[in-house]
């Protein structure tokens, strides 16, 4: 099957930085979509960003706005997540996910078919 498995959240400060990492293995990750996508507290997942395979184009949600930026590199098989200017209404789990063998990102998380474990970022105030 395949593994995805996120690192580097924590605890930081508004207007911190932080690089979250998911590390894909055991499938060929590498020909689809890899997203972010985000859950607080009482809330849906939400879409993040979303890198889609050879050609690199990126997607992010309105939120956003400039502060993020996914990466992937195939040669570690990962995929990261540079949150700059990082505000309190950020706090939440972010997940890794998967859409294998999909050029086109989704938004909405059912589209996705592999999910990891969730890294917990919290921005205090």
């Known amino acids: 099957q395949g593994q995805l498995v996120e690192s580097g959240g924590g605890l930081v400060q508004a207007g911190d930085s932080l690089r979250l990492s998911c590390e894909a293995s055991?499938?060929?990750?590498?020909?689809?979509?890899m997203a972010w996508f985000r859950q607080a507290p009482g809330k849906e997942r939400e879409f993040v960003a979303a890198?889609?395979?050879?050609?690199?184009?990126?997607y992010y949600g309105d939120f956003v706005a400039g502060r993020f930026t996914i990466s992937r590199d195939y040669i570690k098989g990962t995929v990261d997540l540079q949150m700059n200017s990082l505000k309190p209404e950020d706090t939440a789990v972010y997940f890794c996910?998967?859409?294998?063998?999909?050029?086109?990102?989704?938004?909405?998380?059912?589209?996705?078919?592999?999910w990891g474990q969730g890294t917990q970022v919290t921005v205090s105030s």
């Open positions: 996910a998967a859409k294998p063998g999909s050029w086109f990102p989704g938004l909405l998380a059912n589209e996705y078919d592999f």
């Open positions: 055991g499938r060929r990750f590498d020909r689809g979509v």
């Open positions: 890198i889609t395979p050879f050609n690199f184009k990126t």
